[in-house]
């Protein structure tokens, strides 16, 4: 989740309260504190609240939150009468278009940075990685309207950002830092979303990269926005949120007409929520009138209405607001999450334990009466363990990870045997005898079900003192079995057996093979067993429920 | 009294009142050997009631080499009895003792060599070490000489002289019963009642023990059996699944948006297998898109039902809380699980690709927000967390949404899991009427504070010894505390 820089002193001289009572007030309106430095502090918030990516947004949040300002901030637009047309040939490439004018901006290194830092956030958070929506902020006085946003061909060129030379729309995608890194976006398409101005002077290639031309500097003062995207609400949220940021910071806002429409309205949208619906949910008593008031602390418009109604009105940058129930939340935060008192709820039922974990805990209670130590590895391994060191064939079930992020863990596992074999690996300098076992879920295809395993690692390890294991482990299963030779390559011939169950291999025990000693760094003789639970009589399967 | 055994009291008599004497006597008289002797003569030191005091004697023994110019005299002694007069060098060297005595004649001033000829000096008394290699016993002056040479081995014997002390006389004189003592309770001594004729020999149970270690369940599997039935205690009804699921029940049941961040590779491990989607599928389409039959808008955009049929590990065990609701959407529902989970993860101390995770929820008529407050208090104050706080937190498939906090010395408030209600997006296309209280703890981060590790992977790769040592009960203590 996003972290943003709040500088304390702009911080403070936008909320109109100091440091220390903000920093105070912050963990209890949802945000997670990172560090705090001599000037600034830096703060994560939540994945949904994009509207709190900027210092502006934060003071506009807090101003409410500390009741110093409540109530729906209002947002003034003026018409630009400049107008923006979209090329129908974007519609299967990227048809959405946002934008908006921004006068009067006083930019400081600083406040370009942090422009920078709401424009990445808002990338990430809104713009799923620029896919959805991609932002552009331009230096509007060197540009002519009216401007249009084109499905241009990828021969076209331009001097994009951070270079001196024009470069074409394909070259950009191979060549850019920006152009790689975004290439997958519109790489495919035979043509590709380029925004230019009457002179036919290019702004920008969005997703991609702007075009040095409208670079904004500290002596910037008009801007005018570009959103563009796959998904038109997402797209106007980023303009209502860069907008009421630059707003909040004294900028005056100017609306764009984009094929006869009037761009951004920064107007609020309306709810009608339940008293008894927000209060049950809740579990606390409000009245509408209550219920009002801690809504405008969170900066919305509410009056309550009849008996059991609040008027709401929903700021134009709350892109979280998707249900009645999201603004019960925020009643609650409001509220204060400290001042609610816990209940337990009168609903009666009476516990029971799942089958499977009693199985588990009987052959927990079995192994380690039998002087056994319980280990716990990992569920995630690889072929070489698996099979390779085992000398056993590749098990047909086994579950690739299609992206797996180490060598290490490819698979996930089809026995437990190997991976406690490992674990004796990791245990070679400590005292002998060793007895493990571990207990749990191997998967086959797509089936969990559990197997137990168990080994006795010490000089005189072998086939009867395992054999003596299984049989004890079977007999407290209430599981009749017979033994056949095996033919396991993990296992010494002739020192190993098969444990059938009703005439079905169930398992497997015998003394491990020199080899695979050899292959997991063994070095004194290792008796094992592993047993497929599913044979035990009465197994719970895989319902969910007894 | 001092609880003497029967060794040490029969050596105490053997010394009698103000004796002294050497292990071998008394242990010819004891009828014993001396290695015995001597460690009863340690106990009786111990206890004040003799001392032992030891003298360390060489004693040295030639070697056959050395027996044998013991016999016939050293080399150069040989060599020069051998000549008469002057004699020359070249002749003298094809003698066999010429390569040793040549140079120690000439070392030792008997003979001189001048221009190839070797003369006698006449001047040639027994030395020291001829004297030593004659009466090796006495260790005389020319032994190092000896040792040297390879002629003769020494040997350091330890003697050890025991003496009674003032005390051990007074406690002789106080009387010693020399009943006979044995060391095992044999059947035969049971069943023919010898047993209370003879003296069982006491022990000195103040020595350590041997160490020995039990089998045992993992520490972290404890941890989690605590967990397992303070829940089954308060009532809930403990469910189990598969880890491989299919995108819908892992997500999109949840009301995940589909370009969601952590549904993208980089976060979740995707399968190359399809599940077919339930009936019912196209009721969570429908929410997804505009909100179905809710007050919610839905996400907009597309929902690929191919994209939901797509298998995962499970990146979390809401799935099971979901598919056991929408089996059971009648209240009450009190459910819990406990299951690994997986994150595409790099590995490091704090971060795994698979950990465990605890789920509850609780579903019926009335239930709200402070209910959930409620048990998750009830659930931590049990687990041993005195102090709980909740703050506001954000979780997709939650509204409202908590994040429980609890109180940890030396570390302040540390958040542990996440709850919320489950989303009315959530619930609505299942048909579930009534809210439903969710929440979910990473249990590994719960581990590392109660069991004080650093470093996750503990759980998963232990250490052995670290295993035999946590105790089954109670916090660790260290031996002889």
Known sequence: MPVITLPYRYLEELVGSDRATILARLPMFGADIERTENDHADVEFFANRPDLYSTEGVARALRGFMGIETGLPTYPVKRSGITFTVDPGLKNIRPYLGSAVIRNVSLDEESIVSLMGLQEALHWAVGRGRGKVAIGIHNLDPIIPPFHYLAADPSRSFIPLDFTRPMTLREILEEHPKGREYAHLVKDFPRYPLIVDAHNQ???????????????????????????GTDLRAVMTAVNIICTAFAEAGATIESVTIDDVEVPSLAPSTRRISTAACTNLLGLSLTGEEIASHLRSMRYGATASGTDEVVVQIPCYRADIMHDWDIYEDVAIAYGYERIVPALPPTSTIGSEHPVSRLLNAVRSIMTGLGSLEMMPFT????????????????????????PISEEH???????????L???????HRALPQRLFAVGDVV??????????????HSEANFSELYATMDALCRDLSLSYQVAVSEDPAFIEGRRGDILVNGKRAGVFGEIHPSVLLAFGLEQPVAALELDLRAVPGYPGRQDTP | MMDLTLNEKRLLSVLGSGGRSSPEECASRLGTTVDAVIQHAHLLHERGLAVMDTAIEH??????????????GLPERQLLESIKGSVELATLSRNPLAPIAIGWMKRKGWVTIQKGMVTPTGKAPRGEDEEALLHPEQGGPGMPQLLKRGLATEEMVTTYTIAITREGTTYLSGGVDLTEEVGTLTRDLIVSGRWREVKLRRYRVETLPRRVFTGKSHPYHRLLDEMRQILLHMGFTEIYGDIVQSSYWNFDALFQPQDHPAREMQDTFYLDRFQPLPSGWEKVQETHICGGTTSSTGWGGTWSPRKAEQCVLRTHTTCHSIQHLARHPDPPVKVFTIGRVYRREAIDPTHLPEFEQLEGIVMDEGVNFRHLLGFLKEFYERMGFANVRFRPGYFPYTEPSVEPEVWVKGLGWVELGGAGIFREEVTEPFGIRHPVLAWGLGVSRLAMLKMGLHDLRQLYRSDVDWVREVPVYGSPRKGGD
């Open chain 1, 410 to 420: 490819t698979v996930v596992r089809t026995a437990i045997l190997p991976l406690l």
């Open chain 1, 380 to 403: 995630l391994t690889n072929e070489r363990v698996l099979f390779t060191s085992l000398q056993r064939e590749r098990d047909p079930g086994v579950l690739p990870l299609m992206h």
């Open chain 1, 444 to 457: 086959e295809e797509c089936v969990t079900h559990q197997t137990v395993a168990a080994v006795s690692m």
């Open chain 1, 202 to 228: 290019v702004l920008s290639f969005p997703p991609i990269i702007n075009g040095e031309l409208t670079r904004v500097t500290t002596a910037t003062r008009n801007l005018l926005l570009d959103t563009t």
């Open chain 2, 59 to 72: 004693h040295y023994h030639l070697t056959p080499e050395g027996k044998e110019y013991a016999a016939k």
């Open chain 1, 422 to 428: 490992e674990e004796l690996t990791l245990n070679v």
